[in-house]
């Protein structure tokens, strides 16, 4: 029976499994399974190897960077977001991918419209925010990293001036705040400057409009949320596992 899975820290609002099963049933795999495995700390992946019906597993919050030192290959997607959230096990080795990249990347293309240029501001710098950085670079979207701490290439949310937002049309949303169930949370921008000129990303997908993107709504401002590019990601992970390693 071959058992593929996520894991995390906290996994009660995935929907990952629901994803995968439907799929498997779809596709008549009735023997697949799709399992979620929380771990207290990175380290117990070890005892996910000892599974040996295990062909491969997503990573989400916070292992995406945690994970690379337990890797044998890091695939070129992977070095380019400088994160992973696909392994592959190949011959009781873990191979690294990022899906996140093409999903996200994929999605935001779908999302703006043609023609149009954009500044971006990417709220969070943790491992989520790696395939959101790597599309904007390949995008020629020029951007500013919003963090809590003061770190080198960023601004602080105290620094985010209205006129900042203003002059910044795309917002991107790569923190966990807002995800269910602390649902009133989200990331502390000063929301009176938005307007029917900005789009407003959200990397969060439960639930389907956070207060981040709600906040945005009530401004006039175009919203979407991380459903699109989880469904992208995920069918690109179905793609890495089942392809052939040279």
């Given amino acids: 029976m071959p058992i593929y899975g996520l894991i995390g820290k906290k996994l009660s609002h995935s929907f990952s499994k629901k994803f995968f ?3 498997f049933q779809k596709e008549g795999l009735q023997d697949y399974r799709y399992e979620l495995f ?3 700390e990175i380290g117990e992946v070890d005892e996910l190897l000892k599974k040996g019906q295990l062909k491969g597993f997503n990573i989400t919050i916070p292992y995406k960077k945690e994970i690379i030192p337990y890797l ?3 695939d070129s997607s992977a070095k380019k977001v400088g994160a992973v959230n696909v392994v592959k096990i190949v011959e009781g080795q873990m191979h690294g991918y990022n899906s996140d990249y093409y999903g996200f990347k994929t ?4 999302w703006l419209p043609a ?3 954009f500044k971006a501001l990417v709220l ?3 491992g989520a925010s790696k395939a959101v950085i790597a599309t904007l670079n390949d995008m020629n979207i020029c951007h500013t990293m919003v963090s809590r701490k003061k770190q080198a290439h960023t601004v602080t949310y105290d620094e985010l001036t209205e006129d ?3 002059n910044h049309r795309l917002i991107i949303n790569t923190t966990p705040l807002g995800m269910s169930p602390d649902v009133e949370s989200c990331p502390a921008i000063k929301y009176a400057a938005l307007d029917t000129n900005h789009f407003l990303y959200d990397l969060v997908y439960n639930p389907t409009t956070t207060t981040f993107l709600d906040k945005g709504k009530k401004k006039g ?3 979407k949320n991380g459903l699109e590019m989880l469904h992208l990601q995920a069918d690109k992970s179905w793609e890495i596992w089942n392809k052939r390693i040279a």
């Fill in 21 to 23: 099963t439907e799929k």
């Fill in 38 to 40: 929380e771990l207290s």
């Fill in 72 to 74: 044998s290959h890091l």
């Fill in 107 to 110: 999605s935001l293309e779908n």
């Fill in 115 to 117: 023609g149009q240029s």
């Fill in 124 to 126: 969070g710098t943790g």
């Fill in 164 to 166: 900042l937002i203003k």
């Fill in 221 to 223: 401002a175009f919203v």
